[in-house]
């Protein structure tokens, strides 16, 4: 299994240290079950963590009125949060990893899975800092 520890973007004046990946992730026309019970949603994003290789610390998770949940699963790579609207199919996931940025890509197709999402939108973000030009 190939590791990526980090990657450098190089510009005229300086570079951009990736120290983290961000995946935005768009659900559509989701299990709506699952988008509205508190157990199964925890179960899903602990489980997709958990197959991909990163440690769960904790996890908090809230029910809206009338329906929908919003959670987060803080994993030593960092998180992976979760907000649904059941009434329109549709969840909105952000997962954030440091080290192996492979694990967010496991987290992400497993998530997609189990949500039976009809389709799927990512956008990947590089989280980092700008260092100096070395010459």
Not at 64 to 87: A, K, R
Not at 88 to 93: G, I, K, L, M, S
Request: hydrophobic share 45%; glycine share 4%; with cysteine.
């Amino acid at each position: 299994m190939k590791k990526v520890v980090a990657d450098s973007i190089y510009s005229d004046s300086n570079a951009f240290r990736v120290l983290g990946r961000h995946l935005i992730v768009e659900l559509y026309a989701c299990a709506p079950k699952l988008l509205n019970r508190i157990d199964l949603l925890k179960q899903a994003l602990v489980e997709a963590a958990n197959a991909a290789g990163a440690t769960v610390v904790e996890s908090v998770f809230h029910r809206f009125s009338p329906q929908g949940l919003s959670g987060v699963v803080v994993i030593t790579e960092s998180h992976i949060t979760v907000h649904t609207w059941p009434e329109h199919a549709y969840a909105a996931v952000d997962i954030f990893t440091c080290g192996d940025f492979e694990k967010a890509e496991k987290i992400k197709n497993s998530l997609v899975e189990r949500f039976a999402a009809k389709e799927s939108r990512t956008k990947a973000i590089k989280r980092g800092i700008e260092l100096p030009m070395v010459k």
